[in-house]
């Protein structure tokens, strides 16, 4: 082989060379991958080989002499290249940041490498960051961040700056705005009232803008779908815009969605997951509160928001329901054939927003509040669908004192053992009861064997005793405090519940805003009553609907134990839990690792003893058999020790 590449020209021979030598170092790297046993991403992998491949070189010429025509100098590289290179790649994971490491399963997964996406996705919130400090800088609110004073003569308030800031940066930070408008607890109320005109005074876009997504979503014009059509907008919130319109006689809504807004959210989305990390890796707050679930939720959610089909779809879903139910609370008919993506079409109901409801209007505004509390509580709690996100922008009080639900662009779902977790949770509430609490966590996480049952009450008591209202009550805030807390104890609630507690605290902001003094918390008190009186029924009814419900267990019974004592007799009957076979795969684990351990270290120690030794036959001129085995051995020795390492740094048990 040698001969026939030397017996090349000049350059062909450098280019024979050049291929020979990536062969062999990929080779050498795949080895070395496949030898820890755990992947590594491309860039990691290249990195760790080619500091490896110097250091081999480095070290065997130095063996030799220096002698970079000596023939062993390829081989000796070879064989110290492959543990060099695990041993950075073990070294990288020994200093990597804390939390950044798959473990366990997913340590094993091939994730695709997109390096430039992921330089442009890190670069590109800058430019938004650049843009929100001119918005802060243009509105003078810049002083409060610096911790100087903004309130100079001829201003306007900071809230009303801070809510016209909140609307030119638009999108995200409108829905953020909109969320802490329904915060009466934490804001001052001026903020608040300030922040709920953002239900539906974003900047307006113009009608040329209108009629080119209408036109674009239904290929025809605007004339020849509506009898009339309003340019004037009803409302312009941070997703969409709204006209009246009449169509084949009848008023209608039309929603269109802003141009570009979707591009506009992915990138305040990025700016916003990229501080949620930063400040669950920086912080204790950020860790203990998981502010980057947190904010993967808020994204999700956000998303949904951008079909409009999945709006009608959701609309129609709960109008039907509101209509067989008798709901006093009325919900639009959506027109199916005139819903897309981009835009939507749904009945008209006469009113305006809670948020714009002037407080001298005559209204029996505890009557309302009790109708919107009990139709979504029902809602949660029976059907297992929810408005996630029943701000006061999307309460309308219609022009006959009554109700409406407007804007199901969100919305969530629960199974039916969620439902009976939220109806623990709220009673727990109502009676400051931990255990019940817990027993409604328990019903919908993994909760470990490592979790003490009185630790996690305990914590779960005193966050009830920090939420207690003047009333002696407690805060549905408990419900979004219960994240952190479940947090310390690695144990994570199911998005579709952190999504309703989100929205039991928005619903709780707007039945204050509706009617001071009501809350969320007067549905466990509902909620403990019926559940009293459903438990002291007739207890002979209450018997044969047990036996009923346990009827296939009941017939399988008999021939059960039979089975055990047969079982029993024979010496057979073994009894296993969930806590022993975590206990048996914790034990072959560690005993798995220890062998492997003691066998590298033995090896390694002998490898070294045996290359020492002066005896026997010579290969290749001076160099020993011995020192040849012993050096194969520590090699194998020293891999097998690293792979070890590797798989206990990657288990997440260090």
Known sequence: MSAVVFSLGGLARDVVLLVIAVAVFAAATFVAVRLLGVRRGWLQTVGAAVVAWVAALVLTASLLDWNWGEDRLGLFAVLLAVPLTMALLLANDLFARPGTLARGDRAGLVAAPRPIAGVRAKLEPLSRYRELVEILRRHELLGRVRGTSDDDAGLDPAAVRLREALEEAGGVYVKLGQIAATRIDLLPPSVCEELAKLQSRSAPISAEAVRSVIEGELNQPVEGVFDEFDWEPLASASIGQTHTAVRSGEQVVVKVQRPGIDVAIERDLAALNQLARLAERRTVTGRDLRVSTLAEEFGRSLRSELDFTREAQSTSFMHDMAVRSESPIQVPSVYPELCTRRMMVQERLHGVPLSEVPADR??????????????????????????????????????????????????????????????????????????????????????????????????????????????????????????????????????????????????????????????????????????????????????????????????????????????ASRGALQVRTVQAEDEDRFQRTLWNRFTLALVGATLSLVSVLTMGLQVGPTLGGDTRLVVLLGSGGLLFGVILLLRVAAAIIRDGTT
Do not use: C, W
Not at 484 to 509: K, W
């Open 362 to 567: 005559s209204l029996d505004r505890d009557a309302l509040a009790r109708q919107l509390l009990s139709v979504n509580i029902t809602n949660i709690l029976e059907r297992g669908v929810f408005h996630a996100d029943p701000h006061p922008g999307n309460v309308m009080v219609l022009d006959d004192d009554t109700l409406g639900m407007i804007d199901y662009g969100a919305t969530g779902r629960l199974d039916s053992i969620q439902e009976q977790a939220v109806i623990d949770m709220l009673i727990a509430l109502v009676r400051r009861d931990a255990g019940m609490l817990r027993d409604g966590v328990e019903r919908v996480t993994d909760v470990g064997t490592h979790v003490s049952r009185d630790r996690l009450d305990r914590a779960l008591a005193r966050l009830l005793a920090e939420n207690v209202t003047p009333g002696g009550g407690v805060s549905v805030s408990a419900l979004t405090d219960l994240i952190p807390v479940l947090g310390e104890f690695d144990i994570t609630l199911p998005g579709d519940l952190v999504v309703l507690m989100r929205a039991l605290v928005t619903l709780d902001g707007t039945l204050g805003v509706l009617s001071p003094g009501f809350s969320v918390v007067a549905a466990g008190r509902d909620l403990a009553q019926k559940a009293a009186e459903d438990q002291g029924g007739d207890p002979a009814e209450m018997l044969q609907e047990a036996l009923l419900e346990e009827l296939p267990v009941l017939r399988r019974l008999p021939a059960d134990v039979a089975r055990t004592l047969a079982l």
